[in-house]
T-cell receptor, first 115, second 114 residues
Framework: DAGVTQSPTHLIKTRGQQVTLRCSPKSGHDTVSWYQQALGQGPQFIFQ???????QRGNFPDRFSGHQFPNYSSELNVNALLLGDSALYLC????FGTGGAPPQHFGDGTRLSIL | DQQVKQNSPSLSVQEGRISILNCDYT??????FLWYKKYPAEGPTFLISISSIKDKNEDGRFTVFLNKSAKHLSLHIVPSQPGDSAVYFC?????????????FGGGTRLMVKP
């Protein structure tokens, strides 16, 4: 039973560039959420995708956008990269509408470094 | 404006003793609380949760206590083991829908000494 998988594991970009991160949800899950974890802080919610639409969004600028595909996998795109975008980007999957445990399952993240 | 706070960035405990990790929240809309554990180079893994209708939930060595009036929750690990050394995050949600966005605290690094 494959868990949440993210690619790539590490990425180095320069300021102003654009980046795409990918996530495949746990088998049986249909909802994907993205979080940004800066060094020494807790994860911060970016947005969530269900039925190929953005359902919820955190306090992140429009430079952060996403997409969900019919197979439930998802991409996170960040444009015009800033130094402050350096972080661990976590993808979490869940089954929409289910209550209680098990909650969201997280992947191991993509470490993005901006030079 | 941090809605979920973990005021102790680190905690060191002797093996076999109790570890107590604390978490405070400010948003009264939060109704469901979770603890996640994170090892280096891995994603957070779910540990235990509690709904606001309860004040205690146990799972083996792990117990979470919720004081809704004080907007405070704590995670007790008894007995602590070296393998418990990790960063622990508390998280809050408006309800127990698995798809809800989670608001995380900043984490507490637990070190259990053999």
């Amino acid at each position: 039973d494959a868990g949440v998988t993210q690619s790539p594991t590490h990425l180095i970009k320069t300021r102003g560039q654009q980046v795409t991160l990918r996530c495949s949800p746990k088998s049986g899950h249909d909802t994907v959420s993205w979080y940004q974890q800066a060094l020494g802080q807790g994860p911060q919610f970016i947005f969530q995708y269900y039925e190929e639409e953005e359902r919820q969004r955190g306090n992140f600028p429009d430079r952060f956008s996403g997409h969900q595909f019919p197979n439930y996998s998802s991409e996170l795109n960040v444009n015009a990269l800033l130094l402050g975008d350096s972080a661990l980007y976590l993808c979490a999957s869940s089954l929409f509408g289910t209550g209680g445990a098990p909650p969201q399952h997280f992947g191991d993240g993509t470490r993005l470094s901006i030079l | 404006d941090q809605q979920v706070k973990q005021n102790s960035p680190s905690l060191s405990v002797q093996e076999g003793r109790i570890s107590i990790l604390n978490c405070d929240y400010t948003n009264s809309m939060f109704d469901y609380f979770l603890w996640y554990k994170k090892y280096p180079a891995e994603g957070p893994t779910f540990l235990i949760s509690i709904s606001s209708i309860k004040d205690k939930n146990e799972d083996g060595r792990f117990t979470v206590f919720l004081n809704k009036s004080a907007k405070h929750l704590s995670l007790h690990i008894v007995p602590s083991q070296p393998g418990d050394s990790a960063v622990y995050f508390c998280a809050a949600s408006p309800n127990n829908n698995a798809g809800n966005m989670l608001t995380f605290g900043g984490g507490t690094r637990l070190m259990v000494k053999p």
